[in-house]
């Protein structure tokens, strides 16, 4: 099965869409009125504004998550278009999906397919829709094949077999494909996996959704990655965890201005912490005999993350690799309002990317590094923040998936076994959140202050 891939459409795909807004869906059927002048100055980002609206992304609830990046659905605003009909306006953007989409020609091989954002607005009213069309149809005025419109909210869809632009038929039955059950592991996470096929067939086109369930258990007693020993293994008695001797070679500087977070950071850098055995852990296994300089700062991110890895160089000497360095930025108005817990749990998460982008850099070949991160290192992160912050089993399963939700590993789990408990992944997004904002209040919602010891 392909994975779904977003290629830049041109301005007549964009006109050929805007034609079949007005063929197949009902907004063109409602009383039409003059567009905000506000709207005509930046249509994109007043429609970026009522995405995050309907959303409810605000200031004041930095713990809700926006609804459709839950599932896995993501937007590429930086690719929007919008274009005019009438006074309508309809904006369009790329979407990336978790779910794979194809579709099948007179079962024919699969075909991958490419799906947009729609917001069209009329007026006073905005609808939000997520749009389907195949076979790709890039420059081509008069389009032939099956479109669907789908509501971004509740999925509900419009199928409409096209010839040269214009619908000869909407009648669709529904199909099965042969469905299927797999078993695996995940960074010390059992799964079974099942997964199963939607398909609706207008005339010779098949349009599948593929969804994949995992039924997953997690605990402290559980296996673990052959990389990770947990806390109280190999270290001669007692719940501690004795970490292994860093190397040498290796050096992570904290030259943080603010200095709450400053502080905070030193608590994952001291080599008595149990936190610090996770980073030495990863350190041993990708550093090999290489010299390592990272050094932390508190910035603006390029990308607006909360953090990034900027600057990664490798040296190389005779084709030998003998020095990496990189910087890690954290984003100073972001971790303000971050507690410890969540601070920590993304500064981890930046080392593991700095020490797996040097591994790229070593091997030339870029790797999906949150995925390994997701299979390698959930499970020893979740040990570690427990351990060195007396969370529950829970907060700290929830904080460890922090900055992987839009992973394969994640985006196939439906639910999570925690300590004998069932939650959904939606209550483990919602529980990592917590750590990561205030509330209307001014307050953590959950966690310690970035300045409290």
Not at 26 to 36: D, L
Request: aromatic residues 10%.
């Amino acid at each position: 099965m392909k994975q779904l891939k977003l290629i830049h459409r041109s301005h007549l795909f964009l006109v050929m869409l805007v034609t079949l807004a007005a063929i197949f869906i009902y907004s063109c059927q409602k009383e039409q009125s003059a567009i905000p002048e506000a709207i005509e100055e930046e249509p994109i980002g007043i429609a970026m504004e009522v995405f995050r609206q309907k959303n409810k992304e605000t200031v004041s609830d930095t713990s809700n998550m926006d609804y459709r990046q839950k599932l896995g659905r993501t937007v590429d605003w930086g690719q929007a278009y919008y274009n005019r009909l009438g006074d309508t306006l309809v904006v369009f953007a790329p979407v990336g999906l978790s779910e794979a989409l194809y579709y099948y020609q007179d079962d024919s091989t699969s075909t991958e397919i490419n799906s947009w954002i729609r917001l069209l607005n009329a007026g006073d009213t905005w609808q939000i829709q997520l749009i389907t069309m195949f076979p790709d149809s890039v420059g081509q005025e008069r389009f032939s094949g099956l479109a669907i419109v789908n509501d971004w909210y509740t999925g509900v869809g419009v199928y409409s077999t096209l010839l040269d632009g214009r619908p000869v038929s909407r009648q669709h039955y529904l199909t099965a494909r042969g469905n299927s059950k797999t078993m695996l592991s995940m960074g010390g996470v059992n799964c079974t996996s099942s997964t199963y096929h939607s398909c609706v067939t207008a005339g010779s086109y098949t349009h599948c959704t593929a969804h994949t369930s995992l039924d997953c258990t997690y605990s402290d007693e559980g296996p673990m990655p052959e990389e990770y020993q947990g806390p109280g293994e190999g270290g001669g008695g007692g719940p501690g965890y004795n970490p292994p001797p860093p190397t040498k070679n290796w050096d992570i500087k904290n030259e943080i201005d603010n200095p709450c977070l400053r502080q905070t950071i030193d608590k994952s850098l001291n080599r008595s912490k149990p936190v610090m055995g996770l980073i030495t852990d990863i350190i041993k296994e990708l550093d090999g005999d290489n010299i390592v300089n990272i050094n932390v700062i508190d910035g603006i991110t390029k990308t607006g993350r909360p953090g990034e890895v900027t600057n990664s160089t490798l040296t190389t000497i005779g084709g030998v690799p003998k020095r990496f360095v990189a910087t890690i930025v954290l984003h100073e108005n972001y971790m303000p309002d971050a507690s410890q817990e969540g601070a920590l749990a993304i500064f981890i998460h930046e080392v593991l990317h700095a020490y797996l982008q040097k591994a790229d850099l070593i091997n030339k070949a870029k790797t999906n590094q949150h995925q390994t991160m997701a299979t390698k290192y959930v499970a020893p992160m979740a040990s570690y923040l427990q351990e060195l912050f007396g969370l529950s089993q829970y907060d700290a399963f929830s904080l460890a998936w922090a900055g992987l939700t839009y992973t394969g590993a994640y985006a196939n789990v439906t639910s999570f076994d925690i300590g004998g408990t069932t939650y959904l992944k939606s209550d483990v997004t919602q529980a990592s959140s917590r750590y990561m904002g205030r509330g209307a209040d001014g307050n953590l919602i959950m966690g310690r202050e970035l300045c409290d010891n």
